[in-house]
């Protein structure tokens, strides 16, 4: 056996899985997003752009989308710095794993049922009625954008921690004692030192939160009260209510070309940061 | 009650004997500590014909059943009985609109053995070959003379049985009076201004074309089934406006009228029932304009993957005892005058079950177009992404 054959054997599998599981479907999402609805649901091939046309009834669920998915991300990336960095370089090391399996631990439990606690958290009987104790009455949160941002920043927290520990805890702490020694203050050496240099882990973090956030639809349904829409639900509304694969295959498609176009623009800005390309693991 | 190694003494069953003569404690607190209704139970298995009978023909039906179905629809104790005596597992699935459960059929591999159409969707179902003719043969308790034809003709299909009614009922909305001075509300109308005004952010509507639909085309006074385009641009006029004052859309409202976080939704009359029962300031409301009444029926898919015990499960259900603690459960009437005999007075007078005649006349079924129509599909889904 060659060393030719023995490297594309070894790569079959994972070549066929990306053959059927990713181009094919994709594919027939194209295909379909040419089509027509049948009359009782489902598409009939043909080759109009009338679903395309159609696209501007659902700006508001593309709003939302590109409004919610970037300042979750950024909320995600604010609350999970301090706690990598505190992972990474302030926690006695005894404690590390301790700790760094307690992040991991949410993850036992399915999103879904997670994300139902919070409705009763967020609902009259749960934190609105403990503001309503304290004097903040008739708070609503639950069906809000803001309960949908909870959600989200809590489902999404231990993705967004991960990657800042990895690029904190490799950080070379001999820089941080040289900066000092030099006289740089805390906050400075944190600014040319500490930042720059976890920018590939920001980079991940956020890149891996971001794209899944575009596809989410779970956390919207649960804790927006099918009142915050994101294009996740409106693909499981066009394909599981209205049944109307063809239109819902040009908002698919659309939504993809969207994050394939969000995502190059932020890979350049990252790599303006200072990031080289090959630090960001997921690219 | 299998263990027998505890035994009585005689001074100490006398002494629970007088007990219970003395009226001190109950019949089953006499009978379990003396054994006596062990005991019972143990000369009556040993007695053939004493023991429940099992709800189909003796054979292995397998060890599962897939039923798909609404929310709040079953009698839980009822699967298990099931289960005890044919040894297959009730796996159950919840739907929110019938729309739902079309779509994952017409995607196909839907795994269900039994589900739950609603009278209007029938026809199409079987038009495009997603039904499975029903063997009445293999329904025993089905006894079709003893249902109201009202509520079981949309069963039957160019004179093919394909569906078996399970129960009926109204679609209406239900208040908590309690915020709006003890008062309930009378028609669709009142229903969608007091959203826009005192009941703002506090309002459901169903996750459901029919009916969502349908009520807002109330609103206006046209049919609830209406496919005219200018109807239905009035009704996501209105939908779009009340929109931002609703607490949300769902079918499943009750955890939310229950928390009271909701005041006012769309409500199906068993969901009104329960509510009611559990809580007397919410009232069921049928809309003064007419609205929806329906019925509801237990089909198989076709390709239905345990077949023998999707017949099984259904004929179960449909044994008027096994029906009679379903409807207790769920609060929708029953067309079969067998399994309504077997109901408590008071359920058969009640007016959210039975709604008086003045009030059911101008309600609709719905219509098979309206599951089909393309406008009202898509009016439905531009409404929910506003």
């Given at each position: 056996m060659t060393q030719r054959t023995r490297n594309l054997l070894l790569l079959a599998p994972a070549g066929t899985w990306f053959l059927v599981m990713l181009i094919v479907p994709l594919s027939v999402v194209l295909i379909f997003s040419f089509g027509e609805r049948a009359p009782a649901g489902g598409v009939v091939p043909a080759f109009t752009f009338e679903q395309y046309a159609n696209l501007p009834a659902r700006w508001a669920a593309f709003r939302n989308t590109l409004f919610l998915a970037p300042v979750g991300t950024i909320a995600a990336l604010l609350i999970a710095y301090p706690l990598a960095y505190y992972l990474a370089v302030k926690v006695d090391p005894k404690w590390k794993m301790l700790l760094l399996v307690l992040v991991i631990v949410?993850?036992?439990?399915s999103i879904l049922i997670r994300s139902y606690a919070w409705i009763f958290l967020l609902g009259g009987r749960g934190i609105p009625a403990l503001l309503g104790w304290i004097g903040f009455e008739d708070i609503r949160l639950i069906n809000t954008p803001f309960s949908v941002l909870v959600g989200i920043i809590y489902g999404y927290l231990p993705l967004m921690v991960f990657p800042l520990f990895v690029s904190l805890d490799r950080l070379d702490k001999r820089l941080l004692e040289a900066s000092s020694d030099l006289g740089a203050k805390p906050w400075r050496t944190f600014a040319q030192i500490t930042l720059p240099l976890s920018v590939p882990g920001i980079a991940t973090g956020c890149m891996l939160v971001f794209i899944l956030l575009m596809g989410e639809f779970l956390i919207p349904a649960l804790l927006g009260g099918?009142?915050?829409?994101f294009v996740g639900n409106a693909l499981v509304d066009l394909f599981l209510?209205?049944?109307n694969w063809a239109y819902g295959s040009a908002v698919a498609v659309t939504l993809v070309v969207v994050m394939l176009i969000t995502v190059t623009i932020y890979m350049r800005l990252i790599s303006r940061l200072g990031a080289h390309r090959e630090d960001v693991s997921l690219m | 009650m299998t263990k027998f190694n505890d035994y009585i003494s005689k001074q100490k069953f006398m002494e629970e004997l007088y007990r219970y003569k003395r009226g001190s404690v109950t019949r089953r607190h006499f009978l379990n500590v003396t054994g006596l209704g062990a005991a019972t139970a143990v000369l009556g298995a040993a007695v053939?014909?004493?023991?429940?009978?099992?709800?189909?023909?003796?054979?292995d039906i397998g060890d599962r059943v897939i039923l798909a179905t609404w929310p709040?629809?079953?009698?839980p104790a009822n699967f298990e009985a099931f289960t005890e005596a044919t040894g297959a597992h009730v796996q159950v699935n919840v739907f929110g609109s019938n729309e739902e459960m079309l779509a994952k059929l017409q995607a196909?591999?839907?795994?269900?053995d039994v589900y739950v159409p609603t009278n209007y969707t029938i026809t199409t179902y079987v038009s495009e070959g997603l039904i499975e003719p029903l063997d009445?043969?293999?329904?025993?308790?089905?006894?079709?003379?003893?249902?109201d034809a009202r509520y079981?003709?949309?069963?039957?299909v160019d004179g093919q049985l394909y569906a078996v009614p399970k129960d009926w009922g109204t679609t209406g909305l239900a208040i908590n009076t309690a915020h709006n001075g003890g008062k309930a509300i009378t028609s669709w109308k009142e229903f969608f201004d007091i959203t826009r005004d005192s009941f703002s952010g506090r309002t459901m509507v169903h996750d459901y074309q029919l009916t969502t639909i349908g009520n807002a085309l109330k609103y206006f006074g046209?049919?609830?089934n209406s496919v005219d385009e200018a109807e239905l641009a009035d009704a996501e006029k209105l939908l779009i406006d009340v929109k931002p004052h609703l607490f949300a859309i769902s079918s499943d409202y009750q955890p939310s009228m229950r928390s009271g976080d909701a005041w006012l939704t769309m409500c199906w009359s068993g969901d009104g029932k329960q509510l009611n029962t559990d809580m007397p300031e919410i009232a069921y409301v049928l809309g003064a304009e007419g609205g929806e009444i329906w019925s509801d029926y237990y089909a198989i898919p076709k390709g239905a993957p345990h077949m023998d015990a999707a017949y099984a499960l259904i004929n179960f259900l449909l044994d008027p005892a096994v029906n009679a603690k379903e409807v207790l459960a769920h609060g929708y009437p029953t067309a079969d005058a067998n399994t309504f005999a077997l109901l408590p007075e008071s359920l058969r007078n009640d007016p959210i079950l039975f709604p008086a005649q003045e009030l059911l006349s101008p309600l609709e079924f719905g219509a098979a177009q309206t599951l089909t129509d393309p406008n009202r599909a898509e009016l439905m889904a531009r409404f929910k992404s506003a």
């Amino acid at each position: 056996m060659t060393q030719r054959t023995r490297n594309l054997l070894l790569l079959a599998p994972a070549g066929t899985w990306f053959l059927v599981m990713l181009i094919v479907p994709l594919s027939v999402v194209l295909i379909f997003s040419f089509g027509e609805r049948a009359p009782a649901g489902g598409v009939v091939p043909a080759f109009t752009f009338e679903q395309y046309a159609n696209l501007p009834a659902r700006w508001a669920a593309f709003r939302n989308t590109l409004f919610l998915a970037p300042v979750g991300t950024i909320a995600a990336l604010l609350i999970a710095y301090p706690l990598a960095y505190y992972l990474a370089v302030k926690v006695d090391p005894k404690w590390k794993m301790l700790l760094l399996v307690l992040v991991i631990v949410p993850f036992w439990t399915s999103i879904l049922i997670r994300s139902y606690a919070w409705i009763f958290l967020l609902g009259g009987r749960g934190i609105p009625a403990l503001l309503g104790w304290i004097g903040f009455e008739d708070i609503r949160l639950i069906n809000t954008p803001f309960s949908v941002l909870v959600g989200i920043i809590y489902g999404y927290l231990p993705l967004m921690v991960f990657p800042l520990f990895v690029s904190l805890d490799r950080l070379d702490k001999r820089l941080l004692e040289a900066s000092s020694d030099l006289g740089a203050k805390p906050w400075r050496t944190f600014a040319q030192i500490t930042l720059p240099l976890s920018v590939p882990g920001i980079a991940t973090g956020c890149m891996l939160v971001f794209i899944l956030l575009m596809g989410e639809f779970l956390i919207p349904a649960l804790l927006g009260g099918g009142k915050v829409f994101f294009v996740g639900n409106a693909l499981v509304d066009l394909f599981l209510q209205s049944r109307n694969w063809a239109y819902g295959s040009a908002v698919a498609v659309t939504l993809v070309v969207v994050m394939l176009i969000t995502v190059t623009i932020y890979m350049r800005l990252i790599s303006r940061l200072g990031a080289h390309r090959e630090d960001v693991s997921l690219m | 009650m299998t263990k027998f190694n505890d035994y009585i003494s005689k001074q100490k069953f006398m002494e629970e004997l007088y007990r219970y003569k003395r009226g001190s404690v109950t019949r089953r607190h006499f009978l379990n500590v003396t054994g006596l209704g062990a005991a019972t139970a143990v000369l009556g298995a040993a007695v053939p014909g004493l023991l429940p009978r099992p709800a189909f023909a003796a054979g292995d039906i397998g060890d599962r059943v897939i039923l798909a179905t609404w929310p709040n629809y079953h009698e839980p104790a009822n699967f298990e009985a099931f289960t005890e005596a044919t040894g297959a597992h009730v796996q159950v699935n919840v739907f929110g609109s019938n729309e739902e459960m079309l779509a994952k059929l017409q995607a196909g591999g839907s795994g269900w053995d039994v589900y739950v159409p609603t009278n209007y969707t029938i026809t199409t179902y079987v038009s495009e070959g997603l039904i499975e003719p029903l063997d009445a043969s293999k329904l025993p308790n089905y006894d079709a003379s003893a249902f109201d034809a009202r509520y079981a003709e949309a069963g039957s299909v160019d004179g093919q049985l394909y569906a078996v009614p399970k129960d009926w009922g109204t679609t209406g909305l239900a208040i908590n009076t309690a915020h709006n001075g003890g008062k309930a509300i009378t028609s669709w109308k009142e229903f969608f201004d007091i959203t826009r005004d005192s009941f703002s952010g506090r309002t459901m509507v169903h996750d459901y074309q029919l009916t969502t639909i349908g009520n807002a085309l109330k609103y206006f006074g046209y049919s609830f089934n209406s496919v005219d385009e200018a109807e239905l641009a009035d009704a996501e006029k209105l939908l779009i406006d009340v929109k931002p004052h609703l607490f949300a859309i769902s079918s499943d409202y009750q955890p939310s009228m229950r928390s009271g976080d909701a005041w006012l939704t769309m409500c199906w009359s068993g969901d009104g029932k329960q509510l009611n029962t559990d809580m007397p300031e919410i009232a069921y409301v049928l809309g003064a304009e007419g609205g929806e009444i329906w019925s509801d029926y237990y089909a198989i898919p076709k390709g239905a993957p345990h077949m023998d015990a999707a017949y099984a499960l259904i004929n179960f259900l449909l044994d008027p005892a096994v029906n009679a603690k379903e409807v207790l459960a769920h609060g929708y009437p029953t067309a079969d005058a067998n399994t309504f005999a077997l109901l408590p007075e008071s359920l058969r007078n009640d007016p959210i079950l039975f709604p008086a005649q003045e009030l059911l006349s101008p309600l609709e079924f719905g219509a098979a177009q309206t599951l089909t129509d393309p406008n009202r599909a898509e009016l439905m889904a531009r409404f929910k992404s506003a």
